[in-house]
């Protein structure tokens, strides 16, 4: 049972990356998915999660607009498209999953680092200026 993030890598200021976030050993349609960052200094934060449907998905503000997160259930993955990249988005980038209560709403999750059980490793993600 893991979880491999991959697609990480350096950009330019205004480019794009695609992260890909890959189950494994479990079926991921039945759990959220979240899209973490920890940039250095900082603490890990939350920046977009997902139902497992896919129908419900919440952005922190600061990707909003230029980030959108998708799953595709039936090759057990998980993307996050980043586009127009800034150096703020430096960081290591981390996919995690957690079982999906009833009445799963995004937003009220993705901050909750604890709620997530299963982790990825990471993947270092570096946005030139």
């Known amino acids: 049972v893991q979880l491999q993030a991959s697609g990480g890598g350096l950009a330019q200021s205004g480019g794009s990356l695609r992260l890909s976030c890959a189950a494994s050993?479990?079926?991921?349609?039945?759990?959220?998915i979240g899209w973490f960052r920890q940039a250095p200094g900082k603490e890990r934060e939350g920046i977009s999660c997902?139902?497992?449907?896919?129908?419900?998905?919440s952005y922190v503000d600061s990707v909003k607009g230029r980030f959108t997160s998708t799953r595709d259930n039936a090759k057990n993955t998980a993307h996050l498209q980043m586009n127009n990249l800034k150096p703020d988005d430096t960081a290591t980038y981390y996919c995690?999953?957690?079982?999906?209560?009833?009445?799963?709403?995004?937003?009220?999750?993705?901050?909750?680092?604890?709620?997530?059980?299963?982790w990825g490793q990471g993947t270092q993600v570096t946005v030139s200026s």
């Open positions: 995690a999953v957690a079982p999906e209560p009833e009445g799963f709403h995004p937003s009220m999750y993705c901050q909750q680092l604890g709620f997530f059980g299963l």
């Open positions: 050993g479990f079926n991921v349609r039945f759990y959220a």
């Open positions: 997902i139902s497992g449907s896919g129908s419900n998905v």
